[in-house]
C-alpha cells in the first residue's frame, strides 16, 4: 500500500513489525503531507527504512493523466486510480474493469490571491443517479480507498503551489456520494485536516451529500467537525425525485429533520444546495416553499446554475433558467429572510464545473 493509505498509527505498527523503531514516523509522514505527496527526503529515520518505504509502498499510488487550465485559473487533473485493494467480491469481481479506471479533482483560486480551494472525488462513477449529473451517467464503479482521496488532495496541494497559493479548503463535492463511502471518507479528511499531517483544519472541509440520512446522522453522533452540505435541489418530493432517484427513499421532510438534528449537535451552519433548472424547480412557487421550509433553521442556499451536460440518464435535456429567473428566485428567498447566494460557475470551458466531472475510460 502506498504510504497515502497510512495514518500516523498503522504506520508505526507497520514500521514497528519491520522492525524499527516507532519514532519518527510522524515526522516521515508530515514531511511527505508538507512536500505534496513528493518526497521523504531530508528526514532523520535510517536510510534502509527510507529505501524501503520508496520501494515496496511507494509514494503514490495515482497519477495524474491529464491536466487542463482554464481560462479562469481553474486547474482540472485527471487522475488515474489503479485497483482497488478491497478483497470484497463486488471489488474482485470488477477488478479487472478497475483496471484504468480514472477521477477527477479540481482546484480553484479564490479571490484571494494567495489562496485555492479544492474539489475531490470520493468514486469512480456515482451510483445516486441524479438526471441532471455527468458523474452518474455510467454509474459506480467503486468506491475510493482513503488514500486515493489523500492523493487527490496532495496533488491539488502540489498544483496550488505552483501557482503560488495555499490549498486551503476541501470540498467532497467531485465525483460520487461521499456517504456511500463514509468510513473512507472520514479516514481520508483525518488525514488532510488533523493538525498532525495534511492540517487543514474540519472547518476547511465541505462534505456534500445527495441526502443519505443515515450517513447524515452518523456525521451527527460522530461529530466530527466538517462542514456539511446538501443537494436538495426541490422543496417537494415529486418534483425532487423526478430529478434525484434517492428522493424516493429519503423524503425532503426527514432530509431536513437530519440536517436540524445534525445543527443542534454541532452548531454548524448547513449548505442547501440547489441546481436551478429551467421549468422544473425554478418556479415562484417553489421558491417561496422553499424558504417556508427553511424558516428558523441556520441553513445557507447555494443556488448553481446547471451545467449542461446533454441528455441524463433519462434521456431528458435540461436547460439553465435564464438569469432573469434565477435573479428572481433567489430574491424571494432573500426576501423571506433567507441567506442564499448563486456559487460561482468555474472551469466550465473545461467541463470542470458542478456536475460536469466524469470518468473517462482511457485507450
Ligand atoms: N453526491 C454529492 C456530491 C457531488 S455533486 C451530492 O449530491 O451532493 C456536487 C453538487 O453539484 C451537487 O449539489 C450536485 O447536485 C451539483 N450538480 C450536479 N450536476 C450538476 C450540473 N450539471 N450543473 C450544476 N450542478 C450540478
Known amino acids: 500500500m502506498a504510504l497515502s493509505e497510512y495514518d500516523v498509527r498503522s504506520l508505526e505498527e507497520l514500521f514497528s513489525g519491520w522492525g524499527y523503531p516507532r519514532g519518527n514516523t510522524k515526522k516521515l ?20 527504512l527510507k529505501e524501503r518505504v520508496l520501494g515496496e509502498m511507494g509514494l503514490r499510488s495515482t497519477r495524474v493523466l491529464t491536466r ?22 463486488r471489488a474482485l469481481s470488477l477488478a479487472s474493469a478497475t483496471v484504468g479506471a480514472s477521477v477527477e479533482c479540481v482546484l ?15 468514486q469512480v462513477g456515482c451510483a445516486m443517479g441524479c438526471d441532471f449529473c455527468a ?65 487543514i483544519g474540519w472547518r476547511h472541509v465541505t462534505v456534500s451529500t445527495v441526502g443519505i440520512v443515515p450517513g447524515i446522522d452518523r456525521m451527527t453522533e460522530e461529530g466530527l467537525g466538517m462542514y456539511l452540505a ?16 434517492t428522493g424516493k427513499r429519503y423524503r425532503v421532510a426527514d432530509i431536513l429533520a437530519a440536517v436540524r438534528r445534525y445543527q443542534a449537535a454541532t452548531g454548524r451552519i448547513v449548505t442547501i444546495e440547489y441546481t436551478l433548472l429551467e ?24 443556488l448553481i446554475p446547471y451545467n449542461a451536460i446533454g441528455p441524463g440518464v433519462s434521456g431528458r435535456e435540461y436547460r439553465r433558467p435564464s438569469q ?40
Not at 421549468?279 to 441553513?299: F, I, P, T, Y
Open 29 to 48: 509522514l508530515r514531511r511527505y503531507y508538507d512536500s505534496a505527496g513528493e518526497s521523504i527526503d531530508g528526514v532523520q529515520v535510517a536510510r534502509e
Open 68 to 89: 487542463q487550465e482554464a481560462s479562469d485559473g481553474t486547474v482540472k487533473l485527471l487522475i488515474g486510480v489503479g485497483e482497488s485493494s478491497s478483497t470484497s467480491k
Open 108 to 122: 480553484m483560486p479564490s479571490f484571494r490571491s494567495d489562496r485555492a480551494a479544492g474539489c475531490v472525488s470520493s
Open 135 to 199: 458523474s452518474t451517467k455510467t454509474g459506480v464503479e467503486r468506491s475510493l480507498t482513503s488514500g486515493e482521496m489523500v492523493e487527490q488532495f496532495l496533488w491539488l496541494r502540489g498544483e496550488a503551489a505552483r501557482l503560488g497559493r495555499r490549498l486551503q479548503t476541501i470540498v467532497f463535492m467531485g465525483m460520487g456520494e461521499p456517504l456511500m463511502n463514509y468510513d473512507n471518507v472520514t479516514a481520508a479528511i483525518r488525514r488532510m485536516a488533523g493538525e498532525d499531517l495534511g492540517a
Open 230 to 245: 446538501v443537494s436538495l435541489h426541490a422543496p417537494d418530493d415529486d418534483t425532487r425525485s423526478a430529478i434525484v432517484p
Open 279 to 302: 421549468g422544473v424547480n425554478d418556479s415562484d412557487a417553489q421558491a417561496r416553499l422553499l424558504a417556508e421550509l427553511l424558516d428558523g433553521g441556520r441553513m445557507h442556499v447555494n
Open 324 to 363: 432573469e429567473r434565477m435573479d428572481r428566485f433567489l430574491d424571494i428567498l432573500r426576501g423571506r429572510g433567507v441567506v442564499a447566494h448563486f456559487r460561482r460557475t468555474r472551469g466550465a470551458d473545461i467541463d470542470g464545473a458542478c456536475g460536469q466531472l466524469r470518468e473517462r475510460v482511457l485507450a
